[in-house]
């Protein structure tokens, strides 16, 4: 059910839908539902919440952004309770995040201007997410926890269903996770990140759950344009941490 064992279990403040996700996943279990189907179902919210951005409908946008988010937790949730975590609902979550992260965000320039701003914001999102989710594959690995997932995916599966899943994924996180891998080289104590459960809850502050939490609520408020300032003094600051958190010696209890 979980992705570490209980002892290996940290604050991941990006994971904040993670309890209503699982209560939803439970009840959803005795119906069958494959998780992909609320694969589809999140994306096909967030492509209506896409459309209501630019619609100005920014209310409505903002709690579709929210629900979203819930969803995106379901799946995973869905597939671990069945025992039945796969590689194509793997993929397949990754490439929902990455068309709609990519879609609001497109849809933030079209109503607030300044693509430079806008572009800024997508590439430092998406390298973020990225490295927390690097760190926290390897950290499952060491800790006997699910291992579906690598941190880098360049070895085509064997399940033939799940290739194009894998090769959309490639293409579009494939440069990521080698930056984020390559940086890790030049700065090796970085690998320190991946093996303290504190340093991963500190790295998830700024996660894609926050990321989208912040989203919806400035749509909800009606001041969506607020995000893209927001995100960009946010990542100035990941940056800075990125390279000063694994400094820090944690007291062992």
């Avoid at 096909?44 to 929210?66: E, N």
């Avoid at 579906?148 to 290739?163: D, H, Q």
Wanted: hydrophobic share 55%.
């Amino acid at each position: 059910m979980d992705k570490v064992p209980k002892q290996y279990r940290f604050i991941d403040f990006s994971d904040w839908a993670r309890p209503l996700a699982i209560a939803i996943a439970r009840q959803l279990l005795p119906l069958g539902i494959h998780p992909v189907v609320v694969t589809i179902a999140f994306l096909g919210l967030g492509i209506w919440a896409y459309f209501l951005i630019l619609q100005s409908v920014y209310w409505l946008a903002g709690l579709l952004v929210l629900i979203k988010n819930v969803l995106d937790s379901v799946d995973g949730s869905l597939a671990r309770l069945r025992g039945k975590p796969s590689l194509v609902g793997r993929y397949a979550d990754s490439i929902a995040d990455a068309i709609l992260n990519t879609l609001w965000i497109y849809a933030l320039y079209k109503i607030c201007g300044n693509g430079w701003l806008a572009g800024t914001v997508w590439f430092f999102l998406h390298i973020e997410v990225t490295a927390m989710n690097y760190f926290f594959v390897i950290y499952r690995h060491l800790t006997g926890g699910d291992r579906t997932s690598k941190p880098l995916e360049f070895k085509r599966p064997k399940e033939g269903i799940a290739v194009p899943f894998w090769f959309l994924y490639v293409l579009y996180y494939g440069w990521q996770d080698l930056l984020i891998h390559v940086l890790v080289k030049v700065f090796p104590y970085l690998q320190r990140i991946a093996k303290d459960k504190n340093l991963l809850s500190i790295l998830s502050l700024w996660g894609l759950g926050v990321h989208m939490l912040l989203l919806g609520l400035l749509l909800i408020i009606g001041k969506p344009c607020l995000f893209l300032p927001i995100e960009l003094l946010g990542s100035v600051v990941w940056l800075v941490a990125l390279f000063l958190i694994p400094l820090i010696k944690f007291r062992k209890a």
